[in-house]
């Protein structure tokens, strides 16, 4: 029997791998898109830089959250790998599936989540 929750374990490693690397593969599809948005357009005219020049600055913000949320999964490839995915970095509780199929990149439980948010404002 626990030869066969080995084989079960292995298989839910192999689904989560998976759905974490086609996260990152889409979220760095996406950052390669902004990125290419960011490339000066000859066509430009002065009167545009204004709105040129917002557009710039939302799309650096868009590109600091992409770098984030890949630096997550990233992280939580290591977690996998190291055997530490899927529980709680505070509390050493596993994480319910339920969230972790929301937020696949969860570092903690929603009570102690909802306790670091309240310390931290």
Same mark, same amino acid.
């Given at each position: 029997?626990?030869?066969?929750?080995? !084989?079960? +374990?292995?298989? /839910?490693? *192999?689904? $989560?791998?998976? #759905?974490?690397? @086609?996260?990152?593969?889409?979220? &760095?599809?996406?950052?390669?898109?902004?990125?290419?948005?960011?490339?000066?357009? !000859?066509? +430009?005219?002065? /009167?545009? *830089?204004? $709105?040129?020049? #917002?557009?710039? @600055?939302?799309?650096?913000?868009? &590109?600091?959250?992409?770098?984030?949320?890949?630096?997550?999964?990233?992280?939580?490839?290591? +977690?996998?790998?190291?055997?530490?995915?899927?529980?709680?970095?505070?509390?050493?509780?596993?994480?319910?599936?339920?969230?972790?199929?929301?937020?696949?990149?969860?570092?903690?439980?929603?009570?102690?989540?909802?306790?670091?948010?309240?310390?931290?404002?």
């Amino acid at each position: 029997m626990a030869k066969h929750e080995g !084989a079960g +374990r292995s298989r /839910d490693r *192999e689904k $989560i791998a998976a #759905r974490l690397r @086609a996260l990152r593969n889409e979220l &760095l599809a996406e950052y390669e898109q902004c990125r290419a948005e960011l490339e000066p357009d !000859a066509t +430009r005219h002065a /009167d545009d *830089e204004d $709105i040129t020049e #917002r557009a710039f @600055a939302s799309t650096a913000d868009i &590109l600091s959250h992409l770098r984030w949320q890949i630096r997550d999964i990233d992280e939580a490839f290591e +977690r996998l790998n190291q055997g530490r995915y899927g529980l709680c970095e505070d509390c050493g509780e596993p994480i319910p599936a339920n969230r972790l199929e929301a937020a696949p990149t969860a570092r903690r439980c929603m009570k102690c989540q909802a306790k670091r948010e309240r310390r931290t404002g």
